[in-house]
């Protein structure tokens, strides 16, 4: 095992694969001499050269739709959209394109894209550079979405996304490229759909997305000093979604509480939520609850931001209620 940094295990993961398959390549704003905006792929344009490592025009709309393009004529193409927030310029060509093309084909297209992007707020980047929009393309059928946090868990589920036929959506955070983690030296793969129980628990169960799982950890730690003891689940996709891991521990515990930045209304929290008060109502000791984004614009000044995303704080308090 390796010590490395979320920033450089997306980077081995794309070296890796582009050594293992020549039909790989990279497709993006900044990615190729400058190494991309937090420096995720640093290198590989030196090592790949400009026709595997594409700095492309800043359009949206063009990257995504040149790697449907590319997918559909047998490449397997990794897109990066700087920043999530403009994958509205790029939707057309992801839900509509990348998303459909096999269902209307009758299975006979393939559509083998990743559309590598970042999300989150915590760096002032204010109302257009730092929202959580995982649930727009959650919320289309055809699309996978990947929401890793940990560097083991992003290189994996990378590797996944890339070897995989369908489109998928792989939302990193920015904060955690400076994260630390231990990384196996030998090749792995994650799964998707395919939870990871960060944490165990018997009396509350939190279910946490990307940034929020180690929120949530910390959260834990602080509410197992007062003797509540807590269950932290990281669905690590929301598209598949291992509900079977959260119901078992939702069972076990009898409280739910979900977590992401991503805005509270309309949410993938809600879904969560939804399915678990469908499927398990019956072991639930109260109502689930969901301490997620406010519902008004990422704000520029850091005092309004930490206002307006889930602080720790925030889930121990609503776990000490959850207990009440």
């Known amino acids: 095992m390796s010590q490395i940094f979320y920033r450089q295990a997306v980077r081995d993961a794309l070296r890796e694969e582009m050594r293992r398959d020549?039909?790989?390549?990279?497709?993006?704003?900044?990615?190729?001499?400058?190494?991309?905006?937090?420096?995720?792929?640093?290198?590989?344009?030196?090592?790949?050269?400009?026709?595997?490592?594409?700095?492309?025009?800043?359009?949206?709309?063009?990257?995504?739709?040149?790697?449907?393009?590319?997918?559909l004529t047998g490449m397997r193409p990794v897109a990066e959209i700087m920043y999530m927030d403009f994958i509205t310029i790029a939707l057309d060509q992801i839900a509509n394109q990348a998303a459909k093309l096999r269902y209307m084909s009758g299975g006979q297209a393939r559509i083998p894209v990743v559309f590598r992007t970042q999300e989150g707020a915590g760096r002032s980047s204010a109302a257009q550079h730092a929202q959580s929009l995982e649930a727009w393309v959650a919320h289309i059928?055809?699309?996978?979405?990947?929401?890793?946090?940990?560097?083991?868990?992003?290189?994996?589920?990378?590797?996944?996304?890339?070897?995989?036929?369908?489109?998928?959506?792989?939302?990193?955070?920015?904060?955690?490229?400076?994260?630390?983690?231990?990384?196996?030296?030998?090749?792995?793969?994650?799964?998707?759909?395919?939870?990871?129980?960060?944490?165990?628990?018997?009396?509350?169960?939190?279910?946490?997305?990307?940034?929020?799982?180690?929120?949530?950890?910390?959260?834990?730690e602080v509410l197992a000093a007062e003797g509540i003891q807590v269950e932290v689940i990281d669905p690590r996709t929301v598209v598949p979604l291992d509900l079977a891991t959260i119901l078992a521990s939702v069972r076990k515990t009898g409280r739910l509480l979900i977590t992401h930045e991503a805005y509270t209304g309309f949410g993938v929290g809600a879904e969560i939520?939804?399915?678990?008060?469908?499927?398990?109502?019956?072991?639930?000791?109260?109502?689930?609850?969901?301490?997620?984004?406010?519902?008004?614009?990422?704000?520029?000044?850091?005092?309004?931001?930490?206002?307006?995303?889930?602080?720790v704080s925030d889930l121990v308090e609503a776990a000490k209620e959850l207990m009440r």
């Open 273 to 311: 939520a939804s399915q678990v008060v469908e499927q398990a109502w019956q072991t639930l000791r109260k109502p689930p609850r969901r301490v997620c984004g406010r519902n008004v614009p990422i704000p520029f000044a850091p005092v309004m931001e930490n206002y307006v995303i889930p602080q």
């Open 22 to 71: 020549e039909r790989v390549f990279l497709l993006g704003l900044d990615i190729g001499r400058f190494g991309g905006t937090y420096k995720a792929t640093q290198g590989l344009w030196e090592e790949f050269g400009d026709e595997r490592v594409r700095d492309t025009p800043l359009s949206e709309a063009a990257i995504a739709g040149a790697a449907v393009g590319a997918a």
């Open 141 to 220: 059928p055809g699309l996978k979405v990947a929401l890793p946090a940990t560097p083991y868990d992003v290189k994996g589920l990378l590797k996944t996304a890339i070897r995989d036929d369908a489109p998928v959506v792989f939302i990193e955070h920015k904060l955690l490229y400076g994260v630390k983690g231990e990384v196996p030296d030998e090749e792995y793969l994650i799964p998707f759909g395919h939870a990871r129980v960060c944490r165990q628990g018997t009396d509350l169960t939190i279910v946490a997305l990307s940034r929020m799982v180690w929120k949530a950890l910390e959260a834990a």
